[in-house]
């Protein structure tokens, strides 16, 4: 046998087939992982055309990828996909769990397990779970309609957000006055009403009917940050107990969604330990495998407060794939497929990358913008292939490269990423 990276034909893994739910841009990217490590992907996804089923078509990635094309919580079509892999791991994790577990009791083999997912996907449990480990987190407690946040110790402005089912910003709510929070609860008492009706139409969508139905159990409110910077690292770990941690990246979001993130982060050498040790100490607590996203908040005074734990690849991590001998994507599948974890350093100065953000409601490729992004030095455009483009949709990014670890130039380089993107700045 050939063809596994890092692995000789002596310590050849038995695990072949890799089950991925979800078929968006971060399972696209994990394919070219795949093909590197002779390993074979197997995704459920909802539509032929998402993105990385449509783009292996068109790359010609050896033949079509193999699929189950359904829903994401479709926990019969997870079964369905059990049969054509020996393990299952996520590129989403927007599951159905309590079905998935009877697949887990019957031997389908999660990794990360499901244990770990449970302690994740509710934000507010997620961060009850990290309180009791110790690891700093900003005040917070659930919320209902009923209540009164400053009641619940809350000053505005304070953050207000969805505990399940959030994602690039949709459920995070920064609210800065009394009136703001009372048009909160109005317009999600709207919404909820219009979703109870589509439900009485039997329109809704599968995902939106797993959800809590108990509008009590739907918000945690968390005190406001005034972060000097957000911080994230990507961290790995395998069967074994070891650990893998990427350089420590600085994000910068825009109305909470991720515009460009940098390695290294312009951060002591105190600030690089402290996030080290959570990012350690929460997987190894855990027991997890595979890939980890941890995003931080930095405060002037020094303090590193954890903001939210992804359990699979991340948006921050995307640099890795130029600027690292192991991508994430590499890296997640050789810790679900028992493969030894790769080196996880920088080998560039520093690497900036910029998502490319849908401005507008379009069917189109913006061909040129790409070819002018392509041609700045040391630059590689990733484009998702999405059947159309709308405001805030991620559609590609590019990482760019740097001869010299110089923040500022870091930062100049996103600027004119954005300035060749957006037609508006
Ligand atoms: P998502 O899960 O959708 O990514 P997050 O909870 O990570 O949402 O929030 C998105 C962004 O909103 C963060 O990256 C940060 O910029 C801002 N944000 C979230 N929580 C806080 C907070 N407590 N204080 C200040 N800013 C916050």
Known sequence: MTGVAGVDDAQAPEIRQVGVIGGGQLAWMMLGAAQKLGLELVLQTPLATDPAIANS??????????????????????????????????????????????LE?????FRPRLSVLASLLDKHEQRQFLQSLDLPVPPFAAITPQDDPRSLGFEFPMV???????????????????????QFWQQFQQQELQAQNLQEQNLQAPELQAQEP???????????????????????????????????????????????AIAPAPISPAIQTQVEAIATTLLASLEAVGIFGI????????????????????????????????????????????????DTALQTPAAVMVNLLGFETAHANYQDQRDRLGEIPGATVHWYGKAESKLGRK????????????HA?????????????????
């Open 395 to 406: 559609l590609g990014h590019v990482t760019v490269l740097l001869d010299h670890p110089n």
């Open 57 to 102: 078509l068109q790359a010609g990635l050896n033949e079509a990828v193999n699929a189950v094309l359904a829903p994401i919580a479709d926990a019969e079509a997870t079964a369905r996909l059990a049969q054509q892999c020996q393990v299952i791991t996520f590129e989403n994790e927007f599951v159905d769990l309590p079905a998935l577990r009877q």
């Open 160 to 182: 207000v957000k969805a505990r399940r089912h959030g994602y690039d910003g949709q459920g995070t709510f920064i609210l800065k006055d009394a009136v703001e929070l009372e």
């Open 409 to 425: 130039a870091a930062v100049a380089i996103a600027q004119q990423v954005e300035a060749l993107w957006y037609p508006s700045l």
């Open 105 to 109: 009791v019957q031997g389908v083999c």
């Open 214 to 260: 108990n509008l009590n159990h739907r918000f945690m409110v968390e005190a406001f940050v005034p972060f000097e910077r957000e911080l994230a690292i990507m961290a790995a770990r395998a069967e074994t107990g070891e650990v893998a941690l990427y350089p420590v990246i600085e994000t910068q979001q825009k109305k909470q969604v991720c515009r460009w």
């Open 295 to 342: 995003e931080l908040f930095l405060t002037a005074a020094g303090e590193v407060l954890v903001n939210e734990i992804a359990p699979r690849t991340h948006n921050s991590g995307h640099l890795t794939i130029e600027a690292c001998s192991t991508s994430q994507f590499e890296q997640q599948l050789r810790a679900v497929a028992g493969l030894p974890l790769g």
